[in-house]
């Protein structure tokens, strides 16, 4: 599975951006789809995920309520609407695509692959 990331860019704090994943090669059917992000000087770390099947969202607890993952069947795509995004947001967003049990889908270890980075900086 080949994975393209895209969407992000510069924001004011308390602004939307919407970040997609598409898959190439495969499509995602039995896998979960999930982002991380990664500030400088920091862990990349979990943001939200979605079982392609089934449609089981998952989220960080410091995204929860603001941002929200689905999925497009019609083009082969994740989708992470994110609103009300403030300074911490501020990271490079990474998709992921893997087949995790659910008590491992917030593990980077579950995920074998990996989109390339999409910017998001949020300024105040």
């Known amino acids: 599975v080949q994975l393209q990331a895209s969407g992000g860019g510069f924001v004011q704090d308390g602004g939307s951006l919407k970040l997609s994943c598409a898959a190439s090669?495969?499509?995602?059917?039995?896998?979960?789809v999930a982002w991380f992000r990664q500030a400088p000087g920091k862990d990349r770390e979990f943001v939200a995920a979605?079982?392609?099947?089934?449609?089981?969202?998952v989220y960080a607890d410091s995204v929860k309520g603001r941002f929200t993952i689905s999925r497009d069947y019609t083009k082969n795509t994740v989708v992470l609407q994110m609103n009300s995004l403030q300074r911490e947001d501020t990271a490079n967003y990474y998709c992921?695509?893997?087949?995790?049990?659910?008590?491992?889908?917030?593990?980077?270890?579950?995920?074998?692959?990996w989109g390339q980075g999409t910017q998001v900086t949020v300024s105040s």
């Open positions: 992921a695509a893997g087949r995790p049990i659910l008590s491992e889908i917030r593990k980077l270890r579950a995920y074998g692959y």
């Open positions: 090669g495969s499509a995602f059917g039995g896998y979960a």
């Open positions: 979605i079982r392609w099947s089934g449609g089981t969202t």
